[in-house]
C-alpha cells in the first residue's frame, strides 16, 4: 500500500527521520502498542547493554509495520539461501530508526526473505539504540522534538545537528561480521563476498563499518536513503551501490558522498529515483523506486558477485 505522499503527511513523515515503513496500518501513523514477536533464530551477539538505560525492550507498529525500541542486546537473525542456489554472497541488513527505534519487518525481515529468495544469505542486525522513553505515550513526544529537528536539518543556516556517538552499533556490526565468518563453512558464505546494506539510519551504520572499522573487510555497500554528506574515502573502500528518492524529505540536492567515491576512483552507483520518499524499504506501488532492488540484483551481478 502507498504511504501518504502530500505536504502534510511529509511532515508528519518527519517524524521517520533515518527511519521507513511502508504498509499503511492506521492512516494517520498513529503508533500501536504490539507484543514483542517470536524471534527463535535470533542469536544474542554478547555485546553488552546499553548505560543509563532503565527500559525494557518494546514493540510498537506504526504504518503497519512491526518496530522495536530500546534495544539493549543485539542479536543477528540468519536468512539463508537454499544451498541448491546460493551462490555464497552475504549480506548483513541494518534497518533504520534514528538509532532510537529499528523497522526490522520494512527494513529487515522483508528485505532478508527478498535476497534469500536470490540466493543471497542474509542477515538482520537488530543493533542497540540509544534509550527512549519508557512509555509509547512519552515516546511520540520524543518524536515529536525529533521532527523539529529534522526540520530545522533541511535548513541549510541552521547548525549541523551533531552526528552521535556509533561506539555501541559500530560494536554490534563488527561481531556479526565475526560471527558470519566463524560459522562461514556451515552458512555457505563466501567470506570474500559480504556486503552490508542499511537503511536510513542503518545506512549511516553501513558506512561507519566500511569507513571506520579496522576488523571488517566489506566486499560491497549499499546504503538505501542514507546521508549524502562527504566523507574521506580510503583506497580500500568498497564499491557502493547508493538508491535515494528525490521527493526523500532529507534530500536537499546535496551528491557529496557520491562525488567522495567517484574522487576516490572506487566503483560507484547511484540511483536517484523520482519518486518514493523516504522509508520506502522495498517499495511501494505506482513509484519509480520500486525498482532499486532489481537495479541492486544486477549490479551485484554484473560485478560477479553472484557468480556461485
Do not use: C
Request: hydrophobic letters at 45%; zero cysteines.
Amino acid at each position: 500500500m502507498i504511504r501518504p505522499s502530500n505536504i502534510f503527511s511529509k511532515l508528519l513523515l518527519l517524524g521517520f527521520i533515518w527511519l521507513g515503513s511502508t504498509a499503511v496500518f492506521a492512516q494517520d501513523g498513529k503508533m500501536y502498542p504490539m507484543d514483542a514477536p517470536k524471534e527463535p533464530r535470533a542469536i544474542p551477539l554478547g555485546t553488552g547493554g546499553v548505560a543509563n538505560q532503565p527500559a525494557k525492550e518494546s514493540w510498537f507498529r506504526q504504518w503497519g509495520d512491526p518496530m522495536a525500541r530500546n534495544i539493549t542486546t543485539a542479536t543477528l537473525t540468519p536468512f539463508l539461501a537454499d544451498p541448491k542456489k546460493a551462490n555464497g554472497t552475504t549480506i548483513i541488513v541494518a534497518p533504520g530508526g534514528g538509532f532510537m527505534w529499528l523497522s526490522m519487518g520494512n527494513e529487515g525481515w522483508e528485505v532478508a526473505e527478498a535476497l534469500a529468495a536470490r540466493g543471497i544469505n542474509a542477515f538482520v542486525l537488530k543493533y542497540r539504540l540509544q534509550p527512549t522513553a519508557d512509555t509509547l505515550e512519552a515516546f511520540e513526544g520524543q518524536m515529536n522534538q525529533r521532527m523539529a529537528d529534522a526540520a530545522k536539518a533541511g535548513d541549510k543556516s541552521a547548525p549541523r545537528r551533531p552526528s552521535g556517538d556509533l561506539t555501541n552499533q559500530l560494536q554490534d556490526a563488527e561481531a556479526a561480521y565475526a560471527l558470519i565468518t566463524s560459522r562461514a563453512k556451515e552458512w555457505n558464505v563466501d567470506v570474500n563476498k559480504i556486503g552490508m546494506m542499511g537503511f536510513s539510519a542503518g545506512a549511516r551504520l553501513t558506512m561507519a563499518t566500511a569507513l571506520q572499522s579496522k576488523k571488517v573487510k566489506l566486499a560491497f555497500i549499499s546504503p538505501i536513503y542514507g546521508s549524502l554528506e562527504p566523507v574521506e574515502v580510503p583506497k580500500n573502500a568498497p564499491p557502493m551501490f547508493f538508491a535515494l528518492a528525490s521527493d526523500d524529505f532529507l534530500f536537499h540536492g546535496d551528491f557529496g558522498v557520491i562525488k567522495s567515491w567517484y574522487d576516490a576512483k572506487i566503483p560507484v552507483e547511484f540511483h536517484l529515483y523520482q519518486n518514493g520518499g523516504h522509508g520506502f524499504g522495498l517499495g511501494n506501488p505506482d513509484r519509480t523506486s520500486n525498482k532499486w532492488f532489481d537495479a541492486f540484483i544486477h549490479w551485484l551481478d554484473v560485478n560477479k558477485f553472484l557468480k556461485p
